[in-house]
């Protein structure tokens, strides 16, 4: 069969949602690649030293597990209820699948997507109309000093958002002296009881931010203070609550429970050396240099409050890397920056459990601009409800679509025979 009657698929990222598409376009027949600036996995690596809330069964699908049976007679897979830290995640389930006969050929390691247009298009020329998508998408590409340019009929955007974090001023924008401080600062979740407990052992640290991320923190930096007892924590927060990490009603996520009450009990009585003050935001901060700690100024319950800190952890969220698709046109939600149908979806059930989310179809994350899809992480925007098996399922619906699009079918006559010819399990 000729792959010029087939639509290319370009898979931008190598995490879990790029690589579960990778798995259903190879599993199709369809030519695709993945694109990937890092290495496998390369955020849940940054966080490598973390357990996930999610089970490790929440986390693959049973294609992918097949598979790695298929290629890997005598692998030992972690049971679907296992508690998996991000390194193991990646150790035992995305590097192997990377390796898969199937993909691995067509993962190009060390590849940047600078930017993606449409051929013989400007984003503002024929809005929402089909047309476009009977001009291929072109791919902006860099590898290493090497610049290069190359087509797709479908693309996927993986890319997640964690490698963006969100400014830690008032109103979501960087606070005074932010951008000089900024190399000083960190900003994901450090190995403080690994290999970078040396850094924070015996020091102030600082950490901003009121979600997961920030009870994780803080907690970490309290088991140190165990050993070290000069290590102090001073955490921030914008939130109003005495208890700063919402639990939900018999959570099925035993640890995700279990870190809200730790850092809850931390919070309001003052455990494990953690000073908690709701109601702040940072207003200015002062950074000297290397190890030579910081100024930080903020208005706490209204009132202008100043510390001196040796360290700060800035958890204050991540946001979607838009400048990839700024030549297309994306409709997103102008608050939660979703993909408009998604976004709808997620806000009506944002104060519940983001468990218990339904899962989005594909009406939910299609654009104007034909056969570009946002998933993953980077598809639910600002809102911090994503769920490893939302994207599985996601990838799921998207190939669904592919395999019987009427208009891709009639456009790439290769698809129907692809279609037919393919084995029902085989279709996703």
């Not at 069964?57 to 049971?79: F, V, W, Y």
């Amino acid at each position: 069969m000729s792959r010029g009657d087939l639509p290319r698929v370009a898979i931008l990222g190598a995490g879990p949602i790029g690589l579960e598409a990778a798995l259903q376009a190879a599993l199709l027949g369809l030519p695709f690649v993945v694109y990937e600036r890092g290495r496998i996995g390369e955020y849940l690596r940054q966080w490598g030293h973390v357990r996930l809330f999610s089970p490790f069964g929440m986390n693959t699908t049973l294609l992918g597990k097949a598979q790695l049976r298929k290629d890997r007679a005598k692998i030992d897979l972690p049971a679907d209820a296992d508690l998996l830290t991000g390194r193991e995640y990646v150790e035992n389930y995305l590097e192997p699948l990377a390796q898969s006969p199937l993909l691995r050929e067509h993962i190009r390691m060390g590849t940047t997507v600078v930017q993606v247009g449409r051929r013989g298009y400007l984003k503002e020329e024929n809005p929402g109309e089909r047309k476009r998508g009977e001009h291929p998408f072109l791919l902006a590409l860099r590898t290493d000093a090497r610049e290069s340019m190359e087509e797709a009929d479908l693309v996927l955007d993986c890319t997640g958002v964690y490698g963006q974090p969100r400014a830690l001023g008032d109103g979501g924008i960087p606070t005074i002296g932010e951008s000089a401080a900024r190399s000083f600062i960190a900003w994901g979740l450090e190995d403080i009881l690994g290999e970078r407990g040396g850094f924070y052992a015996d020091k102030t640290t600082m950490v901003i931010g009121g979600g997961y991320s920030a009870a994780t923190s803080v907690c970490l930096l309290a088991k140190l203070a165990e050993k070290h007892s000069s290590t102090w924590v001073i955490w921030l927060s914008r939130g109003g609550g005495t208890q700063p990490i919402k639990r939900f009603v018999d959570d099925a996520l035993k640890e995700r429970d279990q870190l809200a009450v730790r850092a809850n009990t931390m919070a309001t009585r003052g455990d494990g050396n953690v000073e908690f003050h709701p109601q702040t935001t940072v207003t200015a901060i002062e950074c000297a240099g290397i190890d030579k700690g910081f100024k930080v100024m903020a208005l706490s319950s209204g009132k202008p409050k100043t510390w001196e800190v040796d360290r700060v952890i800035a958890n204050v969220g991540s946001m979607p890397d838009r400048s990839l698709y700024s030549q297309l046109q994306v409709q997103e939600c102008y608050s939660t920056m979703a993909p408009q149908g998604l976004a709808s979806i997620l806000l009506k059930h944002q104060r519940g459990d983001p468990l218990g989310l339904p899962f989005s179809a594909v009406d939910a994350l299609r654009h104007p601009e034909p056969n570009f899809f946002i998933l993953g992480a980077k598809s639910y925007g600002l809102l911090s409800s994503f769920f490893i098996r939302a994207g599985m399922e996601q990838v799921r619906q998207i190939f669904t679509f592919v395999a019987g699009n009427e208009e891709l079918l009639s456009r790439f006559p290769g698809l129907r025979q692809l279609r037919k010819s393919s084995k029902s399990e085989r279709i996703p």
